[in-house]
Nanobody, 124 residues
Framework: QVQLVESGGGLVQAGGSLRLSCAAS????????MGWFRQAPGKEREFVAA????????DYADSVKGRFTISRSNRKNTVYLQMNSLKPEDTAVYFC?????????????????WGQGTQVTVSS
């Protein structure tokens, strides 16, 4: 099992930026795809971004395309989410997760290990 710990969340004004990190421990995640999801109060968890095992392929939700960038350092066993031009509707708890395999997927049930989440709040 992999332990995932997110960090980097906080309070930011609309238009600002944050960089989330997801540090993995317990085993290497270098052979797995990784994803970021978010959940706002009263809403279901939704896909944000995913990256394949090599970092060569990424996918994004339409709502964050052009503003968010997912990346990874397999040497550091860490995944990142750079969030720019933040909007109030980006406010949510952000979770990182490890996929079953190396190919990216947007489906939550294809992810097997989840972090505890980090709160991102964007004020207007």
């Amino acid at each position: 099992q992999v332990q995932l710990v997110e960090s980097g969340g906080g309070l930011v004004q609309a238009g600002g930026s944050l960089r989330l990190s997801c540090a993995a421990s317990g085993r290497t995640v270098s052979i797995y795809a990784m994803g970021w999801f978010r959940q706002a109060p009263g809403k279901e968890r939704e896909f944000v971004a995913a990256i394949d095992w090599s970092g060569g392929t990424t996918d994004y939700a339409d709502s964050v395309k052009g503003r968010f960038t997912i990346s990874r350092s397999n040497r550091k066993n860490t995944v990142y989410l750079q969030m720019n031009s933040l909007k109030p509707e980006d406010t949510a708890v952000y979770f990182c997760a490890r996929a079953l395999g190396g190919v990216i997927t947007t489906t939550p049930d294809r992810y097997v290990d989840w972090g505890q989440g980090t709160q991102v709040t964007v004020s207007s």
